[in-house]
């Protein structure tokens, strides 16, 4: 379940942040583009990971029996 929320985050994020700074990439219809391409999938990757990350301190301290 955390996965697919970071998930969410990360791609309403993402286009969010490229919204914001007018870049527009689309991987199907545009011609290939390595530069742009980079760009795309670091943004997702990075807050993909920071959410997960995020979300992982949220949860349930474990106890040091649980093993």
């Avoid at 996965?3 to 990360?10: G, M, P, Q, T």
């Avoid at 919204?19 to 943004?43: E, Q």
């Amino acid at each position: 379940m955390r996965s697919v929320l970071a998930a969410l985050v990360a791609y309403i994020g993402s286009r969010a942040i490229f919204a914001a700074f007018d870049f527009n990439y689309a991987i199907l219809s545009d011609p290939f583009n390595v530069g742009k391409l980079i760009i795309d999938i670091g943004v997702f990757v990075v807050l993909f990971e920071g959410c997960y990350w995020l979300l992982g301190l949220k949860g349930m301290p474990k106890s040091k029996d649980a093993g």
